[in-house]
T-cell receptor, first 112, second 110 residues
């Protein structure tokens, strides 16, 4: 039972390049989230998905797209990376009954 | 709109001394409050939630609705408590999202 997994763990991109961050869960929860973590800014919600096939914008969605094709996976795409997107990205799932979120190990992204 | 404020970005405490990490919130209804912790090179994880009224790793947090606070406390700091701590809030009206504070980095001085 891995819980929440994320790939890749590290990535360096050049400005303008694209990439997709992958998140998968084996806990059978409906809600999945993407956050970015920046020093002094805490965790900010990028997008979330309440259930398979649905997605909604969070606090900082600009420059990102997401896809929830099935219950297990929720991907985050950067179409044209910018240095401002240098951050650590966390995927999380939510056990709504207990209001608890389980986080993945994170992806450290650097855009040069 | 809901908001969580952690006024201290950094906090250093000597080993064995009491620890208090401050958290204040703004929410119009009845909130659910949490403390999450991130140890070095580990993923973010739930430390405790106010509805459970539990003590985890010696930490406790009391919800004070009058002062809209949910401070995290431990009477005697240990070196392994060094970590990043986030206070978080959600409402209990269906699909409300979790709002995090900006975090406090706690360093325990040996």
């Amino acid at each position: 039972n891995a819980g929440v997994t994320q790939t890749p763990k590290f990535q360096v991109l050049k400005t303008g390049q694209s990439m997709t961050l992958q998140c998968a869960q084996d806990m059978n929860h409906n809600s999945m989230y993407w956050y970015r973590q920046d020093p002094g800014m805490g965790l900010r919600l990028i997008y979330y998905s309440a259930s398979e096939g649905t997605t909604d914008k969070g606090e900082v969605p600009n420059g990102y797209n997401v896809s929830r094709l099935n219950k297990r996976e929720f991907s985050l795409r950067l179409e044209s990376a910018a240095p401002s997107q240098t951050s650590v990205y966390f995927c999380a799932i939510e056990h709504r009954e207990f209001y608890e979120q389980y986080f993945g190990p994170g992806t450290r992204l650097t855009v040069t | 709109a809901q908001r969580v404020t952690q006024p201290e970005k950094l906090l250093s405490v000597f080993k064995g001394a009491p620890v208090e990490l401050k958290c204040n919130y703004s929410y119009s209804g009845s909130p659910e409050l949490f403390w999450y912790v991130q140890y070095s090179r580990q993923r973010l994880q739930l430390l405790l939630r106010h509805i459970s009224r539990e003590s985890i790793k010696g930490f406790t947090a009391d919800l004070n609705k009058g002062e809209t606070s949910f401070h995290l406390k431990k009477p005697f700091a240990q070196e392994e408590d060094s970590a990043m701590y986030y206070c978080a809030l959600t409402g209990n009206f269906g699909n409300e999202k979790l709002t995090f504070g900006t975090g406090t980095r706690l360093t325990i001085i040996p």
